[in-house]
């Protein structure tokens, strides 16, 4: 595809409820993120990858969040037994290259899904 | 603690005012910087970074290792510059502000 692709874009979920959100990332791209971004707040970081492996998980916030990407493409990030405050806006974001130089080159963002936890 | 900084929640000016959207930034190492922007009902996307050194849309920004600051500037608004800006500073993974919404009126 032309750019990150999200889904679902839009998740209600009836609290306690498990959701898995996909991301698929411009082809060929290294290096992926995962962004929390609660109303009115900046992308906070949840996780990160170069290729398959998860190089960075302190942005977690607990253990009921677990991301993957098996075979260094699509990535899924799931939220296990969802609370209120989980509602929020996941952004995936790839880059063309791993590591921190892959910072200083550009992040392609996905539109986002939105999750609300009833 | 790596913080990135961005005071004001709204600026609103109007067309053809000058623009300058503040971001002050925490970090111990040499700093990377970058300004992104997310127009209405489109995703984020990267506006322009520190070593690049350019003008994007007639934006540009200094990085002043002294204030710690990478504001963000234009000389000139259009009511296309609506959106919210967010500064955003590489510690191995980007931090993110918490963005300012430019409303730019006619």
């Known amino acids: 595809g032309a750019g990150v692709s999200q889904s679902p874009r839009y998740k209600v979920a009836k609290r306690g409820q498990d959701v898995a959100l996909r991301c698929d990332p411009i082809?060929?791209?290294?290096?992926l993120f995962w962004y929390q971004q609660a109303l009115g707040q900046g992308p906070e970081f949840l996780t990160y990858?170069?290729?398959?492996?998860?190089?960075?998980k302190s942005g977690l916030p607990s253990d009921r969040f677990f991301a993957e990407r098996p075979e260094g493409s699509v990535s899924t990030l799931k939220i296990q037994r969802t609370q209120q405050e989980d509602s929020a806006v996941y952004l995936c974001?790839?880059?063309?290259?791993?590591?921190?130089?892959?910072?200083?080159?550009?992040?392609?963002f996905g539109e986002g899904s939105r999750l609300t936890v009833l | 603690a790596q913080r990135v900084t961005q005071p004001e929640k709204l600026l609103s000016v109007f067309k053809g005012a000058p623009v300058e959207l503040k971001c002050n930034y925490s970090?111990?190492?040499?700093?990377?910087l970058f300004w992104y922007v997310q127009y209405s009902r489109q995703r984020l996307q990267l506006l322009l970074r520190h070593i690049s050194r350019e003008s994007i849309k007639g934006f540009t920004a200094d990085l002043n290792k002294g204030e710690t600051s990478f504001h963000l500037k234009k000389p000139f608004a259009q009511e296309e510059d609506s959106a919210m800006y967010y500064c955003?500073?590489?510690?191995?993974?980007?931090?993110f502000g918490t963005g300012t919404r430019l409303q730019v009126f006619p």
């Open positions: 970090y111990s190492g040499s700093p990377e």
């Open positions: 990858f170069q290729n398959e492996a998860q190089l960075d």
């Open positions: 082809s060929g791209h290294v290096s």
């Open positions: 974001a790839s880059s063309l290259i791993g590591g921190r130089a892959g910072l200083t080159g550009e992040l392609f």
């Open positions: 955003a500073l590489n510690t191995d993974k980007l931090i």
